[in-house]
DNA sequence: ATGGCCTTCTAAGAAGGA
């Protein structure tokens, strides 16, 4: 049986857990990366989400962020919360587990905006943190997944108008920059990977009709490393889920793996 | 070129999102 991974910046875990559990129903995968969940660890909705088959982890915070990994018929091992490299971090951003032989790094990075800024600084902080987090990933055996809101168009091909997002925390050299030299470390960005130069997105604005309009952003995505990109099978987006009622501004993302 | 919408926290609007 293929493991299916997904990855889903749910924009409130509580406010939309009808469309969570709706999802899970739907596509059952077996690993989920959630982020965004906007709730303190206390108000996390264990009992529904075990009850939907899921054992979870979780690492909340009042009002903003916040990151789970879910496993369907197990828990996962935390290895991790929080990326090294700056203890005074207080934002709830970064969650890792083994499940099933797995490693699964579920990672929301930083919004950024306005650029220049103080936002923006902490957005390139970050991102080099997860650089280096990311490069000793790298020198595990194991299967590794680094997965969930990255925050950035890689390029202009994920963007619906590029020019007018050039000035943009998630699109600015920089920050494109920065995700080439993650991803040239040695990772696999799936959905490029299987979809050749075909339009993705993952986000849609909630202003001026921009899902019916198809005006998106491909800024969740899955990276593999090289154990994984050669079990790569399928992946795609659960856009029909940005359509459901009181929904989040993001869709799943989901790759298929192969057994070894 | 701007503002459009949606959440949380907490009780009216502010802040953050992208």
């Known amino acids: 049986m293929p493991v299916r991974i997904a990855t889903y910046n749910v924009n409130g875990v509580n406010g939309r ?21 906007k709730a303190v660890d206390e108000r996390f909705p264990v009992r529904e989400i075990e009850a939907a088959g899921y054992g979870a982890i979780w690492h909340g915070q009042k009002s903003w962020n ?19 490299g700056d203890p005074d971090d207080s934002q709830s951003r970064y969650i890792e587990a083994a499940v099933g032989g797995m490693l699964i790094g ?11 800024g103080p936002k923006f600084d902490y957005k390139l902080a970050w991102f080099q943190r997860l650089q280096d987090h990311a490069a000793s990933l790298l020198q595990l055996d194991a299967p590794v997944v680094l997965t969930g809101d990255y925050n950035v168009m890689p390029t202009e091909l994920d963007v619906y108008k590029p020019e007018r997002w050039v000035d943009d925390a998630l699109f600015r050299p920089e920050v494109r920059d920065a995700y080439r ?18 339009r993705i997105y993952t986000f ?10 198809d005006a998106g952003l491909r800024i969740d995505h899955v ?34 793996i192969a057994d070894q």
């Open 17 to 37: 857990l009808d469309v969570l559990l709706r999802w899970l129903a739907e596509t059952g995968p077996d690993i989920v990366c959630l982020q965004e969940l």
């Open 66 to 84: 916040g990151v789970a990994i879910l496993a369907k018929g197990r828990e996962p091992i935390e290895t991790r919360r929080g990326l090294p």
């Open 106 to 116: 579920c990672l929301y990075l930083p919004n950024g905006n306005p650029a220049p």
């Open 181 to 198: 030299k993650l991803v040239e470390q040695g990772w696999t960005d799936a959905l490029r990977t299987l979809k050749g130069q075909e």
């Open 204 to 213: 849609w604005k909630y202003f001026r009709n921009a899902f019916a309009r």
């Open 223 to 256: 990276l593999l490393n090289p154990v994984l990109a050669g079990r790569l099978k399928a992946g795609g987006v659960d856009r029909q889920v940005r359509g459901w009622e009181h929904t989040s501004d993001h869709a799943p993302v989901w790759v298929e």
